[in-house]
């Protein structure tokens, strides 16, 4: 709530969405699949928060189809940018049904639900080491998701501890998401000394 709350206020001040466009269609697929495909096992509460979850990242994903391609600098890839992003939510919306339609999944939806956490949390780090400009970004998002994440990871941790493939991912996305806030640091700080002289 806190990462979408930062996330739509930054679409008011600076005009850009501030989770990486290839996340953007993850997170709508996984929404998309356990919102209406599929119906975790967690209760009602949670299947009608998946369910709302779908109009909150609609709305992410419409803006983002509508103004991301200017923050694209490769015209060829500018181009394509829109159906790129449909084809991308389609694609990820076949491997998550898929997934779970062959048993592969628990009956929750956790382990997608960590996969698409930590291709999020790499595609952070890739922007973040890219030359987006500091000021898109904020810190509260990036706390907000390394708890937000913790704490799906300490669910795992007490449901499923014998389950190492879900324990390795809770604990790549925890280092991916430290990583992103060192970096995220780091590159504000340097940006209040100013540039180190030649």
Not at 34 to 56: C, E, K, P, Q, S
Not at 174 to 196: K, N, Q
């Amino acid at each position: 709530a806190v990462v979408y709350v930062m996330v739509f206020r930054n679409i008011r001040r600076h005009g850009v969405v501030e989770i990486p466009a290839a996340a953007v269609a993850s997170n709508l697929a996984w929404v998309t699949v356990w919102g209406f495909l599929y119906r975790t096992d967690m209760g009602t509460l949670f299947v009608w928060a998946n369910r709302a979850a779908i109009l909150l990242e609609l709305t992410v994903f419409g803006y983002v189809l509508a103004t991301g391609a200017r923050h694209v600098r490769i015209p060829e890839v500018r181009r394509w940018f829109k159906p790129g992003l449909v084809a991308s939510y389609v694609c990820w919306l076949v491997m998550l049904y898929l997934f779970a339609y062959q048993k592969y999944e628990t009956p929750n939806g956790i382990i997608s639900g960590l996969v698409v956490a930590l291709y999020m949390a790499t595609l952070y780090v890739v922007v973040e080491l890219s030359d987006m400009h500091a000021s898109q970004y904020s810190l509260t998002v990036g706390w907000a998701k390394l708890m937000g994440n913790t704490c799906g990871s300490l669910f795992c941790v007490l449901v499923y501890p014998t389950n190492h493939f879900l324990l390795s991912l809770c604990a790549i996305t925890f280092i991916l998401d430290a990583t992103y806030l060192l970096l995220f640091r780091h590159r504000h700080s340097v940006s209040v000394r100013g540039p180190a002289p030649a």
